[in-house]
């Protein structure tokens, strides 16, 4: 078992990253600071690890709260529920909540252990690959509101995270690459040794080997623990974690939530923000090329849906919580492991960079 | 003008108290750290004071949410109106939310200001006296859950307090002895010249003479931003705070919120704390006598209302945050200004103090 360290003083704590770890007792049980858990997951994971889990948790009340599978259940709706069960529950303050699942499990069941009597403490259980090398790690919480993603939450930390790989062996191929493109964007932002590893054993990590899988997760929780920790709050160097994302969010909240993986629209989104810095003349041609190469190879989207307009796209970026002055800030490639956050753009070239369906 | 100063390292911020404050465009001014904001109030208290209040802010964007006037309306549901103004406004993480009103509209406000976008800024304005007094002071915010009040919240710290005693002069009569349950709170906790200061100079509060009045609200802030900045997210010392409340909050949970105000149900906590201390023969009777006198004295109920059953009672007072492994956990006197947390006294002498309705 592999431990990484997301170091923020007295908010501290340790991301635990191996195969097996859902059967390791002792484990699990230390993840339990007092006698009451509520388990936060959904339809799909809920009954693949949920027993597995708490068969280790004897001698306290644990209970099960298992919602439908899917970003459209990332809302106040669900958060309601959660807090309802909590308190039919009689949950106290020294309770703790388990989000079993990927991205929208975590962030729904962390928002929730950050309001519950303004704040109790909560698990991540990561069981997609995107979860386990990006969204479960720092802290970030949400729900989303029919008028933007991501706006309505808490920055609010766990107390540990349990990474286990074995989880990962029956995840869906599609969920699989979409994890990828997270994965791809650590070693795009700062990270170019990463990004040579990826090119040279993409294949091995989309079979899924120990070996490649290992690795690809340590090091991306190395990455986003290190930035989590020099910037909790995002008033710096965290915002270039949003490289691709600010292309990817207006890309699915264009198309509704629910259509394409947040993955995937974070794949085409790279390809976006490569695209753009290549026009803008801050990335050369060829490793512009390389990026869209390597995202292609991992089977994501490197285009983004021919049917969406511009206007739509650009109404959906101007809702991102980067903005200042009504200006929208945008994540860069000066080079390959070298993003920047800037809103010094050629307004036109974002515009090309919208248009550009592939065709 | 006084200014009060909440320590709390970089979350710190000054309370402002005086006569005239909304009238003071600098001052006012200095509120709005970028130019986005909305005024959060209530139909009541909007149409008073928020013109005064925005004419100060010219070239910015400058909007207003008048929500119904009561305590039936601090729900999730009127956090979604917030939030979903908030985006209609395009406003971002740079805005300000103004929260004008009483302690309705500052836990409301303050918590839809903790959560947009992860969290902005907020400014209290409150005008009621006991919103002055207690709730704007100390970052607590929340809404209430069907089944429990303020189980849903953060701590989120607003950027100033602006205590204009101006807005007292239009307050209902009852609304005003409500406020002064949470003046008389802090001198039972720990201040018994304060206590006695009440005891002697109740009357002209009662008046409202302008010096009876800032010199309570300043003593009352002095204590609670005391308090506040030894424990800011109520690990220990914060929790006497709650005296008299657990019985209240049981008291508004039973008879439905709204029906009595806070404070009044405050007034009668304090009471029964009071009597059940003397039952314990932790507080002298005489001692007891002189609290509930005061109570009554500044118009306030002294005991619950007859109709409320004692399994009722209990039941609400098991969700309570303070509460530990099932136990209710309680503030008591030890003495006049002299409050104690517990967990450990005789259940029947609880139960006898919820029994008794005074006949």
């Known amino acids: ?120 403490d909560f698990v991540q259980i990561p069981t997609t690959l995107l979860a386990l090398v990006d969204s479960s790690v720092g802290g970030k919480t949400a729900v989303n509101h029919p008028l933007g993603k991501n706006m309505i939450g808490a920055f609010h930390q766990p107390r540990a995270v349990l990474a286990d790989l074995e989880t990962l062996a029956s995840l869906p191929v599609r969920e699989f690459r979409a994890g990828t493109a997270e994965i791809i964007k650590y070693g795009l932002i700062d990270d170019l040794d990463f990004f040579r590893w990826l090119e040279l054993n993409l294949d091995d990590l989309m079979a899924r080997t120990p070996e490649a899988l290992i690795y690809a997760v340590e090091r991306s929780c190395r990455n986003k623990a290190r930035v989590v920790g020099q910037d909790e709050r995002e008033s710096g160097v965290r915002a270039l974690l949003n490289l691709g994302h600010t292309f990817g969010h207006a890309i699915e909240h264009a198309m509704g939530y629910g259509e394409w993986l947040h993955g995937e629209a974070v794949g085409v ?76 753009y050629d307004e036109s070239v974002l515009h090309a960079t919208l248009a550009d369906d592939g065709r």
């Open 269 to 344: 989104g790279l390809c976006m923000a490569a695209r753009m810095s290549r026009d803008l003349g801050m990335l050369p041609v060829d490793d512009c090329a390389r990026v869209i190469h390597l995202i292609k190879r991992a089977g994501l989207p490197t285009v983004r849906p021919p049917h969406l307009g511009i206007a739509e796209l650009l109404s959906a970026m101007r809702v991102d919580k980067k903005n200042k002055n009504g200006k929208i800030r945008l994540v860069l490639l000066k080079g390959l492991g070298e993003a920047v956050l800037t809103d010094t």
């Open 1 to 120: 078992m592999i431990e990484v360290t997301v170091a923020l003083g007295s908010r501290s704590y340790p991301i635990y990253i191996g195969h097996g770890l859902l059967s390791d007792s002792a484990l699990v049980r230390q993840l339990v600071p007092g006698k009451q858990v509520l388990v936060v997951t959904n339809q799909t994971v809920g009954p693949l690890f949920c027993q597995r889990l708490i068969n280790h948790l004897t001698e306290m009340s644990v209970n099960v709260l298992a919602l439908p599978d899917g970003e459209a259940y990332k809302t106040l709706g669900s958060l309601e529920l959660i807090m309802t069960r909590l308190l039919e529950l009689r949950y106290e303050r020294g309770c703790v909540v388990f989000a079993l699942g990927g991205g929208v499990i975590g962030d729904l069941a962390g928002f929730a252990a950050a309001c519950y009597q303004r704040g109790v």
